[in-house]
Every structure is written in structure tokens, then in C-alpha cells.
């Protein structure tokens, strides 16, 4: 990231990026109805907390379709607005964990680790997508930091699974979904505070306005 005093022109974004998007906006909203089907029948808030993400993923990819070929501060207001969603949510799972875990409710393990499997390619192939793209600005970092942890996810559901099985109990399930909770908490105030800096540095090239 850049500490210049003046903001350098905005780049447009390559056809290519474009493209990256809008299959990972198809393959995230493919892969929320399925993982939400999966997480009711299996009881998984692993599962559940994938599966939500999966549609959060999907709204980010159309609010970066939609600034993508805005200026430098509408991009940036994108990337915040991602960031903010990105830490709700994972204040949300966390949340969800702790009440399952007083509920003391054991998911179905062989499920959780056929469908974590299947999250897992479709989302190591959008983050081979994407990450000729995570060295761009604030939103299409912010792009490229939502597949990541989508695939990190998915490793920790299949292993979830995995003690689930050998446990008997529901705390591996519920320490994935921690995980992904704080995982997903961490990159949204990272996202935020990139944003706010490709902000301020675009207004003084670009004026207050936009």
C-alpha cells in the first residue's frame, strides 16, 4: 500500500477480474444453497456458518461488479462496506456457537465432511481465480481475503468432521465455527482500515465529491 501524500490514478481493473467475478459470484451462490440444505440436515453450525458466508461472498462479488469501473473512493466505500459485513458475520457465528453449545445439540459428521469437501473445490478453484488479483486496492483485496478464508474454512469443516466422529461430541464443530467467527472478524477490520487508507488517499487527487 502506498504512503505517498497524493493518491496515484486509480487503475481499471483488468477484463480478466471481471470475469474471476462473476464466476464467484455463481459458484457462492451454488454452494450457499447447498451447504444451507446440508447444515438443516446435519445439524453442523460449521456447515450453517459456511454456508451464510458463502451468501455474504456472493453480495460482495456484486457490489464489486457494480464500483468496478467507479473511481478509487467509491471502490474503497465498497471494500468498507464488505468489511463491515465481513466482521458482523463473524460476531454472528460466534455467537451462534455459544448458544449451540449450551443447546448441546451433535452434528452429523458424514455430511459435514462430503459437503466441507465439496465448499473446498469450489472454493480453491475461485481462489486460484483470484489471486493474481490481491495485490490490487482495498475491494479487490477484500475479493481475494473472502476465497481465502472460504477455502481455510472448508479445510476446518472436514476436520471438524473428523472429531466429530472420533469424539462423539459436537466441540469440534463448534471450535470450526469459532475459528471461521474470528477468521472472519480479523479480515473485516483489516479490510476496513486498507479501505480507509485507499480513501484518503484518492480524495486529495480526486476532490471530496465523489
Known sequence: MSSCCSAPEPKT????FRRALWIALWVNLAMFLIEGIASFQSGSVSLMADAIDFFGDSANYLLSLTVLS???VWRGRAAMVKGVTMTVFGIAVLARAVWVAQSGIT???VTMGLVGFLALAANASVAWLLFRYRSGDSDMRSVWLCSRNDAIGNVAVMVAALG?????????????AAVIGSLAVTSGISVVRHAR??????????GTTQ
Do not use: C, F, Q
Not at 481493473?13 to 480478466?16: A, I, L, N, R
Not at 466429530?164 to 470450526?176: C, Q, Y
Not at 487508507?197 to 480526486?206: F, G, K, L, V
Open 197 to 206: 487508507s485507499d480513501i484518503r488517499e484518492a480524495r486529495p487527487a480526486h
Open 13 to 16: 481493473p483488468s477484463p480478466g
Open 164 to 176: 466429530v466422529v472420533g469424539t462423539g461430541t459436537a466441540w469440534p464443530d463448534l471450535t470450526v
Open 107 to 109: 452434528p452429523e459428521a
Open 70 to 72: 467507479m473511481g478509487m
